[in-house]
């Protein structure tokens, strides 16, 4: 008899937005193997057909090319749908102070379309992405959810506009929304490729090509690197918890530790050596610190373990280990 994913009940008809990206399309993947019916919204802004070339043959599987800009796609996508798992959205800091317009109109007004599309349609939860950028210029570690600062960046204001949002949908309509502020999120199939390529994957696919990765700042910038399957545990837990003091609130989705960049190429060179001994004896280099960059990130999880009975199974060594296996094989 096959295990279920964390108690997930198969019968469940679940809406993934931005579903052929990094974080969707393995929402996508774990939701149907457990024998979920699987509805994907994407418009292909940063999300990749190749993420769900494989699920188009699935008949559990729907794909709806289609943007969260537009409310009609919104409401085509959420018809007789029992939860939404909100992903969709544009990502990365520069992104944002490159172009904030894009951003918002993305990041706000899709949100927004999509509280609207699941109120009308009576959904049982929406469960979004949010962000740790949202905890700002906030110097106190850990951080805890309820305790932020100011934001830095055009993108941290529009993912603390999603929180605000969900709070107002949830006392005035009704509609039950948890909120989950991702930690810097790493695994299979996140793009090395683009302007705005995530560091893990990015510094990946330079080590492989004996480059040079190129650090910003000092090393000494740290994070809460999170494995994408912790991120899959939070989203199902968020759909399930039926303790009324667990909903219309936001956890951090993360592991609970800080690696700085330098530990983190450290790992990186010591797991791709495995496969490639030369990878080793490659230099580091050193740039400006980027704008908008928080110094330091370290999340608390005791509210999410408490209220969600969320236990993260991967740190950044195991996380790493999977990733960078992941990334030798499909890459290479």
Known sequence: MKQSLFGLD???????????????SNLCDALLANGNKVVCLDNYATGKKKNIAHLLSNKNFTLIEGDI?????????????????HQAALGSVPRSINDPVT?????????????VAARDAKVKRFVYAASSSTYGDSQELPKIE????????PYAITKYVNELYASIFSSTYGLETIGLRYFNVFGRKQDPKGAYAAVIPKFVMQLMRHESPTINGDGT?????????????????????????????VYNV??????????LVVLLKKYLS??????????ISYGPTRIGDVPHSLASIEKAKKLLGYQPKFGIASGLKEAVNWYWKNLK
């Open 254 to 263: 993360a592991y609970g530790g800080r690696t700085s960049l330098n530990e």
């Open 69 to 85: 800009r537009n409310l009609k796609d919104c409401e085509t996508a959420v018809e007789n749908i029992d939860y939404v798992l």
């Open 103 to 115: 951003s918002n109109e993305v990041n706000i007004s899709g949100f927004l379309n999509m509280l």
């Open 10 to 24: 198969p019968n469940h008809r679940i809406l993934v937005t931005g579903g052929a990206g990094f974080i969707g």
């Open 221 to 249: 910038y740290s994070r809460d690197f999170t494995y994408i399957d912790n991120v899959i545990q939070m989203n199902v837990l968020a759909m399930q918890v039926n303790n009324k003091e667990a909903v219309n609130t």
């Open 146 to 153: 309820d305790r932020i600062g100011s934001p830095l960046s």
């Open 274 to 283: 495995a496969f490639d001994s030369e990878i080793n004896q490659i230099e």
